[in-house]
């Protein structure tokens, strides 16, 4: 392909997302208009988010628990037992404190959590 092709192509694919672009604004641009002005009570907020949190409270959908094999509960067992084997410390260092990057107690942790 050359140049002009090329530079053809370029000013085809411009000239047709400037027009989708302006397309779609003039299609939303009387949503955005019509949610700006509509002014919703501070009554109505929340509704659905407490309904939502009352239905995970309730466990009336949940599913039924899924019974787990043999091999992946004895995998899981020993990696549970193995967590015990790591020394929690008592405190993390900060980066800042020690004016460091941070990279050196970054990889201690993120070894740690690996085990």
């Known amino acids: 392909?050359?140049?002009?092709?090329?530079n053809r192509g370029r000013g085809i694919r411009l000239v047709m997302q400037a027009s989708l672009w302006l397309a779609l604004s003039a299609?939303?641009?009387?949503?955005?208009?019509?949610?700006?002005?509509?002014?919703?009570p501070n009554s109505e907020i929340g509704h659905t988010t407490l309904a939502w949190l009352d239905l995970q409270r309730s466990n009336v959908q949940a599913a039924p628990a899924l019974p787990m094999l043999g091999a992946e509960a004895g995998y899981a067992w020993k990696r549970y037992l193995k967590s015990f084997d790591t020394v929690i410390p008592a405190s993390f260092g900060s980066s800042v404190d020690s004016g460091?990057?941070?990279?050196?107690?970054?990889?201690s942790t993120a070894s740690a959590g690996s085990n």
């Open 100 to 107: 460091s990057s941070g990279q050196s107690q970054g990889s």
């Open 27 to 40: 299609a939303f641009a009387p949503l955005a208009h019509a949610q700006a002005s509509e002014a919703v």
């Open 1 to 6: 392909m050359n140049k002009t092709n090329e």
